[in-house]
């Protein structure tokens, strides 16, 4: 694997760590699309950090879990 994916992939996932972030807000972050974000971090980060990749594994079942009412909320917000 190329040495700049690997570290633009470690600098993702330390991002969604810290901040407890989603795909979107990374993607928008590090200015690359919603679907390179998910690949770095679902399929290239296992290989590169196991136990990285576990952080973010919970982190995003968080926000799978969260995101209808992060929807309802947004739709809300718009027709108020």
């Given at each position: 694997?190329?040495?700049?994916?690997?570290e633009?992939?470690?600098q993702?996932?330390?991002?969604?760590?810290?901040?407890?972030?989603?795909?979107?807000?990374?993607?928008?972050?590090?200015?690359?699309?919603?679907?390179?974000?998910?690949?770095?971090?679902?399929?290239?980060?296992?290989?590169?950090?196991?136990?990285?990749?576990?952080?973010?594994?919970?982190?995003?079942?968080?926000?799978?879990?969260?995101?209808?009412?992060?929807?309802?909320?947004?739709?809300?917000?718009?027709y108020?």
């Amino acid at each position: 694997m190329n040495k700049d994916i690997e570290e633009r992939t470690a600098q993702i996932a330390e991002y969604i760590v810290e901040y407890k972030s989603t795909v979107r807000a990374a993607a928008k972050k590090f200015g690359i699309s919603k679907s390179t974000v998910h690949k770095d971090i679902t399929e290239r980060l296992k290989k590169i950090n196991k136990e990285l990749y576990i952080k973010i594994r919970e982190i995003l079942d968080i926000n799978k879990a969260e995101r209808h009412l992060r929807g309802g909320e947004a739709t809300k917000k718009k027709y108020k």
